[in-house]
């Protein structure tokens, strides 16, 4: 278990600045996720962190402990891959055994630590097979289990269940996080799934473009994002984000006029969560339009208005049925929360 | 109809191909066991003997040390050149160093000169070091001539490798050499192992740089069937039977990489 920290890390390939001077500290026993769109620098942070990519400048301390010019093996750290980078020549049992060999583990120490770890990620009965016998699941348990078969400074994982079904990747996301539980080891995760970043993280840091926009707990990312960027990339379905301006009071737009408490400006985008919006028959609705489509998830109706260019999708009630084109109207519900971002810099404006 | 039509021309034409490429080999093996007097009938009407063997085997053909040539040129060209195309393709296949693709030019490059040109200045160096008949001249040159095409060959398996695997094993705990020792040459080895009869037989095959640069002593198998070419006239008989000699181990060898072939284009399918 270790602290893990980037001091003024920089990372350039040849002219090609992939990752601008930025520092991060990972707290000790950790769950930090780096969540971002493909290309945005999450895997090569983490790559940097594992030795695996060499850095441009800065400094990575593990444990206190200066680690630039270590090789990976050196730096006591256990990684799953993607594509899970098992050794294809090997059983399960060698698979999950190889760390232990490396370290020189006695056969006998090595096979009784083996299967106990087998166990805790239920691979027990298929010591003997090849990674090529097994599926999609059990190869990702295989990955899983020989980084936890010794106790590591930290893990790293790189988008470890993205090649899963939907439905595995659910139950492993929960065994994930029980594991983390288990034996608190400090733990980086890479992956562009929202939903794997809010419900596994401790706090998760949202990058893109190389920098780090956002670093703070799930729960402040979902309801404070520092900018247009992250508002629109947490929660499903996304944050609505109307372009407006603020007169008198209230935010104005071609069919929404919502009191905030801002001062009198132009080029403001207002943000308000699908399930902050609820349908409404009031006299003066804060927001009216066409109905565009509705969508039936099981709980709710997706509830899509239009009015110009302005479109707008509520979480309505299941049982909530209308005309297309039909007139209807949107109220924010009572403590809902409403963000107000500058137009032109996407930053966020303190209300 | 053209479907059938079309199947059975091709079927035709593969028959074909393998009797025209078949048949002087086939002829070869025939004669191999005729007598002299047999040797020039075209008559599939005659009674086999082992002669044809024994004499190659005796004085004054001797084809004995003849193929205890070849085999320990060829042996020994495999036993060096592989390992050091092995790390030399690793090196190719994953390191990212400057002017890479310009040194792997420059080795491939080795392969366009022919071998005529060479072969001359080849004899002249040999002769200088006192090497001319001895068969670490012909280990020498037979190195040059195959280890970049075994580079060449045992780079496209590594490329084919997943890196994620070498990656893992890094993390795990092992050193550069250990992850090549534990992961990479068991993963490509069907790819290395066939490299190396490919290398095997080039070698054993090698004629133009035998003939020129041994006399008596490090005589290889083709060049001794020049011996058969005497005063007397061609003895066609003997000659094949030290043509069965050479090619067997061939056939046997080329039987090996085919089925190590489709298991080196799928080993290291796992994601």
Redesign the interface.
């Known amino acids: 278990m270790a602290e893990v920290r980037l001091v003024d890390v920089e990372k350039r390939y040849g002219g090609f600045l992939a990752l601008p001077k930025q520092s991060l500290t990972i707290e000790e026993g950790e769950f930090l996720v780096l969540l971002g769109p493909s290309g945005c620098g999450k895997t090569t942070t983490m790559r940097m962190i ?3 990519e060499e850095i441009t400048s800065g400094d990575i301390l593990i444990g206190g402990e200066r680690v630039n010019d270590k ?3 050196d ?1 006591d ?3 799953v ?9 090997m059983t399960v049992q060698q698979n999950i055994a ?2 232990l060999k ?2 020189g583990v006695d056969r006998k120490a090595r096979e009784a630590r083996v299967r106990e770890t087998a166990e805790k990620v239920e691979l027990g009965a298929l010591l003997h097979r090849r ?2 016998e097994l599926s999609g699941g059990q ?1 990702q348990r295989v ?1 899983l289990a ?1 980084a936890i078969v010794r106790t590591p400074k930290i893990f ?1 994982m790189d988008e470890p269940l993205s ?1 899963l079904d939907a439905k595995l990747r659910v139950s492993m996301r929960a065994e994930l996080k029980h594991l983390h539980h288990e034996l608190g080891v400090t733990t980086v995760y890479v992956t562009h799934d929202q939903m794997e970043a809010m419900t596994l993280a401790s706090r998760v840091a949202v990058m893109r473009e190389g920098r780090i926009v956002q670093l703070d707990t799930p729960k402040k990312i979902y309801s404070e994002p520092a900018d247009l960027f992250v508002a629109g990339f947490i929660g499903s379905p996304s944050m609505n984000l109307v372009e407006g301006h603020i007169t008198g009071g209230r935010f104005e737009a071609p069919g929404v006029s919502i009191p905030v408490a801002a001062a009198e400006r132009g080029d403001v985008v207002l943000g308000i969560r699908p399930e902050d919006l609820e349908l409404t028959t009031a006299e003066a609705p804060p927001i009216r339009g066409k109905l565009y489509a509705l969508e039936l998830t099981g709980e709710a109706t997706l509830v899509t208005l239009r009015e110009g260019a302005t479109s707008i999708c509520a979480r309505g009630p299941a049982e909530f049925e209308a005309e297309i084109d039909a007139a209807c109207a949107l109220a924010p519900r009572p403590g809902a929360r409403i963000h107000l971002f500058d137009k032109t810099t996407g930053q966020r404006i303190a209300a | 109809m053209k479907r059938i039509l079309l199947w059975w021309a091709e079927r035709a034409l593969l028959v074909l191909v393998s009797v025209i490429v078949l048949f002087p080999i086939a002829w070869m093996f025939l004669t191999a066991f005729k007598s002299p007097r047999d040797a020039y009938s075209l008559s599939l009407n005659f009674t086999p003997t082992f002669n044809n063997f024994v004499t190659v085997f005796s004085h004054p053909w001797n084809l004995g040390d003849m193929v205890l040539n070849s085999v320990v040129v060829a042996s020994v060209t495999v036993l060096i050149a592989v390992p050091c195309a092995s790390l030399a393709a690793y090196s190719f296949s994953r390191f990212r160093v400057r002017g890479r693709k310009f040194l792997f030019f420059l080795v491939l490059s080795t392969q366009f000169i022919p071998a005529v040109v060479i072969v001359l200045p080849f004899f002249l160096m040999f002769r200088q070091l006192g090497l001319l008949d001895t068969r670490i001249a012909l280990i020498i040159v037979n190195l040059a001539i195959v280890t970049p095409f075994v580079i060449w060959m045992i780079k496209g398996y590594i490329d084919a490798i997943p890196t994620d695997s070498e990656e893992a094993a890094m993390i795990d705990g092992a050193s550069r050499l250990r992850v090549i020792w534990d992961i990479v040459l068991p993963v490509a080895a069907p790819g290395i192992l066939t490299s190396a009869i490919f290398c095997f037989i080039l070698t054993w095959n090698e004629f133009l740089f035998s003939l020129i640069l041994t006399r008596r002593d490090a005589v290889t198998l083709p060049v001794g069937l020049v011996n058969f070419r005497t005063e007397r006239g061609d003895l066609w008989e003997l000659m094949s039977a030290a043509g069965v000699m050479i090619t067997v181990p061939i056939f046997i060898m080329a039987l090996l990489i085919q089925k190590h072939f489709t298991r080196g284009m799928t080993a290291g399918a796992v994601k």
């Open positions: 594992a030795g695996l090789p990976p093996k730096r750290i256990a990684m891959f993607q594509n899970y980078g098992l050794y294809p020549h190889y760390p490396l370290r990674p090529s190869r990955a020989r790293l090649n």
